[in-house]
């Protein structure tokens, strides 16, 4: 099936450019509430899975034998912007486990934060792992490894003990068996397909703690309440998922992934939510979450506000001059 127009790009008043895709959202039982789109479809869920990820860091026990505060925890669900505080978390996790940047197999990038890029250039500095925005991620696996005792290094085969309780964590929580081998990620860790209803039920478990079992219901409240203690370090400056947890923090989680996926969460609904926009735009997907976002939740005009400016972003060139905006469709977003 084609998936319809979820977003729209208008430049002088008419339409220059147009983004397809699916959102799917279901409660923890797995009951379809809304479904745009082929929500049968199977993606790689990328980042956005990054919470799902970490869950075994917390159930291991590593986080508490670390002694993993907020901070460490919400970098452990983050797509971070290298900047200064959160590379310093990174090593700090590290430091903890007995380890240093070498250990990381997630490889170096520049910091994706440009202020933070031009001070390191300027400084003289270079680009490392820790710049990495998965850095957090694999610092957790690798403290999974040094706390029940597994080899560390090659913790991103897909055979390590690692990433088979993480592949097992995911299939739990999304109700799948995978049985396709997994993809690899941009930071070298396994990417397994799921369908994208399935991982919309996936966040609303994560965000309720149902059909999870104790341990685990506990382990997916405890990466909550420290991802909206601490949304900057789950994005950075000027990103999306730290401006919408930062106002609404329990009341919302929210993650992006590369190629225009983002999964989320509303817990005071029991719902989760999956996004994937066709051609990989995450401006659109942004948009998207946004839009899911403002139409489910009872909002404030406080709230409204906050949500407004990426429901409908406006697209400025060189010279601040505004030359358009992005808009979610009548399909998308319920007329206010």
């Not at 084609?2 to 699916?22: D, F, M, T, W, Y």
């Not at 070498?102 to 520049?110: K, V």
């Not at 900057?232 to 401006?243: E, I, L, Y």
Request: glycine share 10%; hydrophobic share 50%.
């Amino acid at each position: 099936m084609s998936n319809p127009v979820l977003v729209e790009a208008v430049r002088a008043g008419r339409v220059e450019s147009r983004h397809r895709g699916a959102v799917a959202v279901t409660d923890a039982d797995g009951k379809t509430m809304l479904a745009l789109g082929d929500v049968a479809q199977s993606i790689y869920p990328r980042s956005a899975v990054k919470a799902l990820q970490a869950l075994p860091l917390v159930e291991s026990g590593a986080a508490a034998r670390y002694g993993f505060g907020d901070q460490e925890l919400a970098l452990a669900c983050a797509s971070h912007g290298g900047e200064p505080d959160h590379v310093a978390v990174a090593e700090r996790m590290l430091a903890r486990a007995g380890l240093d940047a070498a250990a990381l197999e997630c490889g170096p990038h520049w910091p994706v934060h440009p202020p933070a890029l031009q001070a390191l250039a300027r400084a003289g500095g270079s680009a490392s792992a820790l710049h990495n925005n998965c850095s957090g991620k694999h610092a957790g696996f690798l403290c999974v490894a040094c706390a029940t005792g597994a080899d560390h290094r090659r913790y991103v085969d897909p055979d390590h003990p690692v990433q088979r309780a993480v592949k097992a964590a995911i299939e739990a929580l999304a109700g799948v068996t995978i049985s396709d081998p997994p993809a690899v990620d941009g930071c070298s860790a396994p990417n397994w397909r799921v369908p994208l209803a399935a991982l919309a039920g996936a966040f609303a478990r994560f965000g309720v703690g149902q059909k999870l079992g104790a341990e685990r219901a506990k382990a997916a409240a405890r990466l909550r309440a420290a991802c909206a203690a601490q949304p900057w370090f789950v994005a950075g400056t000027g990103r999306f998922c730290t401006a919408v947890m930062e106002h609404f923090r329990a009341r919302v989680f929210v993650k992006t992934g590369a190629e225009g996926v983002f999964c989320g969460a509303l817990p005071e609904l029991g719902l989760g939510i999956a996004v994937k926009c066709d051609d990989g735009a995450g401006r659109a997907a942004e948009v998207m979450m946004a839009a899911i976002v403002a139409r489910l939740l009872p909002l404030a005009d406080a709230d409204r506000a906050v949500l407004d400016r990426f429901v409908q972003p406006k697209l400025g060139n060189w010279n601040g001059i505004e030359v358009g905006e992005l808009r979610a469709t009548s399909m998308l977003a319920l007329p206010r």
